[in-house]
């Protein structure tokens, strides 16, 4: 394990599985397991899966201005955002770029949970609060486990009354086999599926009876990688895996806009005020690439990084990519010059192995009507 910071609790359950807990974020993480990748894949999006995403940062915004901060700092119209209701929402610097994506969790009328990755958002909020009646607390001793799959809401129900009911995006402070919880119907797959907020102490307990109890329906333990085959499918960045940070333009700092990458529904509907507002508005229309989606021939994915060429021109990059099973397709997420994110386009990828035909494909390749996440009952 790399020098980390942060740890989690579940570490030793993770070295028994095979894990070398790499760094992310600060924190010792499963990045990879003794077991089967592919397995852990089928598993969420046929059954369900538990995954410690305790890396993701957890920082509590309580006080008289919380609401007022987190309206500079993000791109949410945060007043609309009721108590037991969540959104995901993204954060710009003052030249109107992309820093930071979270999600903005409200616990109460002056109370909120912001949980966001390894960008900058918790300097964000610092920067937004100078001089406010706020107050903002890094909370590590939070864990949160991620239980993510169609049958996530079978093995929950019998312990948690309420749950088939509660909406996409909202939250409810209750027990889990009689500790301390906050639950949240949100995650990083595209399926149904729950966060389970939970004390550091109490995290090993519920991860344990949950594989256990969960095993008869497939439910196992799934490494953090396996959201990289997940996240393609379902168009979710993953910073700064997608980002400029990682593919620079030449003579350019790094930075990429919410209408190069796809997140400008993140901005709530004729907002104005929050950092970098007037620049995000101002770039609209002069993209220097856009995110889209690579459709491959064959069942090799795209390398990370693999140059994309509309022919003899390179005309992108692709940042993440994978084969699936279920789709029985190999397909990636790229950044592409603008003309060539149309679907239809004919592309090659060159991976280290050797040039593969690709054509340009609309995101999400998976559920694009989101049906499956937002199910009721």
Not at 270 to 298: M, N, P, S, V
Not at 351 to 377: M, Q, Y
Request: aromatic share 10%; charged share 25%.
């Amino acid at each position: 394990m790399t020098a980390s910071w942060r740890f989690s609790t579940l570490a030793d359950r993770h070295r028994a599985l095979g894990s070398k807990l790499e760094d992310w974020s600060g924190m010792g993480t499963a990045w990879s397991y003794d077991g089967d990748p592919e397995a852990e894949y089928l598993a969420i999006r046929t059954k369900a899966g538990l995954m410690d995403v305790s890396g993701l940062k957890k920082v509590h915004v309580t006080g008289a201005h919380a609401s007022h901060i987190l309206d500079l700092a993000t791109t949410r119209n945060v007043e609309k955002i009721y108590p037991g209701r969540s959104a995901y929402a993204c954060m710009l610097n003052d030249a109107g770029k992309f820093t930071d994506d979270c999600i903005l969790y409200r616990t109460g009328p002056n109370s909120w949970m912001v949980v966001h990755g390894s960008g900058t958002g918790h300097e964000e909020l610092q920067r937004a609060a100078v001089g406010r009646d706020v107050s903002i607390r890094f909370d590590d001793n939070l864990h949160d486990l991620s239980l993510q799959g169609p049958l996530a809401v079978d093995y929950l129900a019998p312990h948690v009354p309420g749950i088939r009911d509660l909406p996409y995006f909202h939250h409810m402070q209750t027990q889990l086999f009689g500790l301390p919880v906050m639950i949240s119907r949100t995650g990083y797959t595209g399926e149904r599926g729950y966060e389970i907020f939970c004390r550091g102490q109490d995290a090993p307990a519920i991860w344990d009876r949950i594989l256990e109890e969960g095993a008869g329906m497939g439910i196992i333990p799934c490494r953090f990688t396996t959201l990289d085959m997940l996240r393609v499918e379902s168009y979710l960045l993953f910073y700064p895996y997608d980002n400029s940070q990682k593919y620079p333009f030449a003579g350019e700092g790094p930075g990429d806009t919410l209408w190069e990458l796809g997140l400008t529904f993140t901005v709530s509907p004729g907002k104005t005020g929050f950092r970098g507002a007037e620049e995000h508005y101002r770039l609209e229309g002069r993209e220097r690439f856009k995110i889209f989606g690579l459709k491959l021939e064959g069942t090799e994915p795209a390398d990370e990084g693999a140059p994309v060429h509309r022919g003899d021109k390179q005309v992108g990059v692709a940042t993440c990519g994978m084969y699936s099973p279920l789709a029985e397709a190999s397909m990636a997420i790229a950044r592409l010059d603008v003309d060539c994110a149309v679907p239809g386009v004919d592309l090659v990828v060159h991976n280290a192995s050797g040039p593969i035909k690709a054509v340009a494909h609309e995101l999400p390749f998976d559920d694009p009507k989101k049906l499956k996440r937002t199910a009721k009952g």
